[in-house]
Nanobody, 124 residues
Framework: QVQLVESGGGLVQTGGSLSLSCAAS????????MGWFRQVPGQEREFVCA????????YYADSVKGRFTISRDNAKNTVYLQMKSLKPEDTAVYYC?????????????????WGQGTQVTVSS
């Protein structure tokens, strides 16, 4: 069982930066692929980015490529999402997710564990 807790959300102006963290419980964090998703009320959950167990492989949605960076620190059981050049359309609740696998995972239906989410609001 893995518990995920996101933090770092908040309000930022267009063009600003924000960093999210997702802390995971358990001693096997390094065996989990991690992902970030976001969701706007009334809309489907959207894939943002993902990272494999070691951090060597990452994958980004086209909408965030070049602006967002996913990373992980297995010693701290934490995955990070650094966001820059934020736009109003980045406003959403951001969720981290985990799956026990050495592959990289990008589909929400493939993830096993989810955090409670953290709100990111980008003002225009």
């Amino acid at each position: 069982q893995v518990q995920l807790v996101e933090s770092g959300g908040g309000l930022v102006q267009t063009g600003g930066s924000l960093s999210l963290s997702c802390a995971a419980s358990g001693r096997t964090f390094s065996t989990y692929a991690m992902g970030w998703f976001r969701q706007v009320p009334g809309q489907e959950r959207e894939f943002v980015c993902a990272i494999n167990w070691s951090g060597a492989s990452t994958y980004y949605a086209d909408s965030v490529k070049g602006r967002f960076t996913i990373s992980r620190d297995n010693a701290k059981n934490t995955v990070y999402l650094q966001m820059k050049s934020l736009k109003p359309e980045d406003t959403a609740v951001y969720y981290c997710a985990a799956k026990y696998t050495f592959a990289i995972v990008t589909k929400d239906t493939q993830f096993t564990y989810w955090g409670q989410g953290t709100q990111v609001t980008v003002s225009s």
